[in-house]
């Protein structure tokens, strides 16, 4: 027996309500697995099966001639970029959410002066698209010499107005105050209250937060596209451009390139999921 027959017959859907759910489950599903299903199947093809063959049917499979395409035109570098873009991701996620939830914790649970105001700051950031602040962004990093490095990509990343939003609804709902102060009361200091009691309780939020961190860090195209020039420091993205703006690029392998590239997004969403979703969940509400 569904959750739905359970219910008495006066709070149950009506069939139509059910059909039209269902119908826009489906369509939803198409919308958001068709590309993905379309990118599986042109990764396999030559450039002339792109354009001749039926695009939602594979043709001959030329899958080992695109990835040693690939890895030819990228000089062996694909995997490495792929590497930097775990680097760089990662980096900015780890970093980023510590600030996140340290600024988030901070604003709640403390009194500061111009705390109104940072607050708006912050819902400011939220409206702000990023690619605004690219080329101040490098005119500072170029200044102080930090272009062409990791830090170009790195630190930028770590800034999340969003991650810090999150951070203080979360704090708010997940972190009691009579806790906190039973542990002031045992003589534990700020810094330990936060690192033994506050980090474990704002998990579900600090997987959030990395995630949305780690996605935005991977999918930025702009600012490494300002920042990196050498080859070898390349994020995957930047990389996978280049291929497409070199004469008669071969559309197979550059496909190829991008689905493998999407593997370790994947594998993190679905290992992360559970605290990730539980951690929207408590961000959603504020009481």
Same mark, same amino acid.
């Given at each position: ?86 680097? @760089? ?15 988030? @914790? ?63 609804? @979360? ?117």
């Amino acid at each position: 027996m569904t959750t739905a027959d359970a219910l008495p017959r006066s709070l149950r859907p009506a069939r139509s309500t059910k059909v039209l759910t269902w119908t826009v489950l489906l369509l939803a599903l198409v919308l958001f697995l068709g590309p993905v299903y379309w990118l599986v199947v042109s990764s396999t093809k030559s450039n002339a099966d792109l354009i001749s063959s039926n695009p939602l049917l594979t043709a001959d499979n030329n899958l080992a001639t695109n990835y040693a395409g690939l890895l030819s035109w990228t000089q062996g570098h694909f995997w490495r970029w792929v590497g930097n873009s775990v680097v @760089y991701s990662t980096a900015a996620g780890v970093v980023g959410t510590l600030a996140s939830v340290s600024a988030g @914790y901070a604003l709640e649970k403390f009194r500061i002066p111009g705390k109104n105001a940072v607050q708006g700051i912050i819902l400011v950031g939220l409206l702000m698209p990023i690619s605004l602040l690219t080329v101040p962004l490098y005119l500072m990093f170029h200044d102080i010499g930090l272009v062409n490095t990791p830090w170009a990509v790195i630190i930028p990343s770590c800034v999340s107005p969003f991650g810090v939003f999150l951070g203080q609804i @979360y704090a708010q709902s997940a972190v009691p105050d009579e806790l906190l102060e039973a542990a002031r009361l045992d003589g534990a200091g700020e810094l330990r209250i936060f690192a033994s009691i506050v980090l474990r309780l704002l998990g579900p939020a600090m997987v959030t937060i990395f995630l949305f961190i780690f996605v935005a860090t991977w999918n930025n195209f702009l600012l490494p596209l300002m920042m990196i020039s050498s080859p070898e420091l390349k994020p995957v993205t930047l990389g996978l451009y280049g291929m497409m703006s070199y004469f008669n690029p071969q559309y197979g392998s550059i496909l190829l390139g991008a689905l493998l590239s999407v593997i370790p997004l994947i594998v993190l969403f679905f290992t992360l999921q559970r605290y990730w979703r539980s951690g929207l969940s408590a961000g959603a509400v504020k009481s």
